[in-house]
């Protein structure tokens, strides 16, 4: 595996540049970006369903319960399909389900805080984090737009890292290929 990665270290950094280059495209456009993700996803949805129902057909003689994957297959199709018909919607439904997620979260560490105030010290730290969590889901309600464009700002800042990373470890491993060449000689 090493020598393999050593050998390639020219893969790295091109994917490294490739992701900090997305990353910087998410920073400046990240309305573009979006919608390009949303898409991608779509694609992805529609093609992982239409396989699933094909391994489940062909396979329907040698199982039972090829009817499971088939199910699973017409759900992922019409989910690819309704993402690519409505790719609007299915960023918003993303943005909702996050503030979901915090608002609920955020109530059960409040309930969490205040069962445990006799147990632990520094509870209103729980609260605190809570009421941090209930605050930026309610947020993403009010405005579930730039929700969207802080999501796609983290993707891209996380890519940028990513990106970064993967540069460094290239040429890391360029040195690491040229140290053992010179070894094996």
Do not use: C, H
């Amino acid at each position: 595996m090493l020598r393999m990665l050593t050998r390639n270290w020219w893969v790295l950094v091109l994917r490294g540049i490739f992701a900090v280059l997305l990353g910087i495209l998410a920073l400046i456009w990240p309305g573009i970006i979006l919608v390009v993700l949303v898409l991608l996803f779509g694609v992805y949805a529609l093609v992982d369903g239409v396989l699933a129902i094909w391994a489940a057909l062909s396979s329907r003689k040698q199982t039972d319960t090829w009817w499971v994957l088939f199910l699973e297959g017409l759900f992922g199709t019409a989910v690819g399909v309704l993402v690519l018909i409505w790719p609007g919607i299915t960023a918003i439904i993303l943005v909702f389900l996050i503030a979901g997620w915090a608002i609920i979260t955020g109530i059960f560490e409040i309930i969490a805080a205040i069962w445990l105030r006799k147990e632990i010290k520094n509870e209103w730290l729980l609260v605190l984090n809570g009421i941090l969590s209930v605050a930026f889901g309610v947020l993403l309600v009010i405005w579930p737009r730039a929700g969207l464009v802080v999501l796609v700002w983290l993707v891209g800042i996380y890519a940028i890292l990513f990106g970064l990373l993967m540069i460094l470890l290239g040429f890391r491993l360029r040195g690491f290929d040229q140290r053992l060449e010179r070894l094996a000689e």
